[in-house]
């Protein structure tokens, strides 16, 4: 059974920074994109960010390119969001996203087969 388990969300003030981890286990996803995805309340599903399985080739939302950044340790089948400057619009709920099906876009969330719960970010102002 695959799990993917996010963690490291929380309340911050504008500004300020958290790391979001996701642990995928039940299968190795080494050789997939993995992603980063968010809704805030009353919004569609919108993408983050996404990661080639080596690394080489990471994409980013466009409001949060120099302030995030996503990587990916194979080694513990593990991806992870590190959020900088963080603003009042980032708050919503942020979910990890795998198992990227053949021929479809990182960017788009219907591409993903497994997801995790969801982790809670809320920026305050």
């Known amino acids: 059974q695959v799990q993917l388990v996010e963690s490291g969300g929380g309340l911050v003030q504008t500004g300020g920074s958290l790391r979001l981890s996701c642990a995928a286990s039940?299968?190795?996803?080494?050789?997939?994109?993995m992603g980063w995805f968010r809704q805030a309340p009353g919004k569609e599903r919108q993408f983050v960010s996404s990661?080639?399985?080596?690394?080489?080739?990471?994409n980013y939302l466009a409001i949060v390119k120099g302030r995030f950044t996503i990587s990916r340790d194979n080694a513990k089948n593990t991806v992870y969001l590190q959020m900088n400057n963080l603003k009042a619009e980032d708050t919503a709920i942020y979910y990890c996203?795998?198992?990227?099906?053949?021929?479809?876009?990182?960017?788009?969330?219907?591409?993903?087969?497994?997801w995790g719960q969801g982790t809670q970010v809320t920026v305050s102002s």
């Open positions: 990661i080639s399985a080596n690394g080489d080739n990471r």
């Open positions: 039940g299968r190795t996803f080494s050789s997939d994109f």
């Open positions: 996203a795998a198992g990227l099906r053949p021929g479809t876009r990182s960017v788009d969330s219907k591409s993903y087969e497994y």
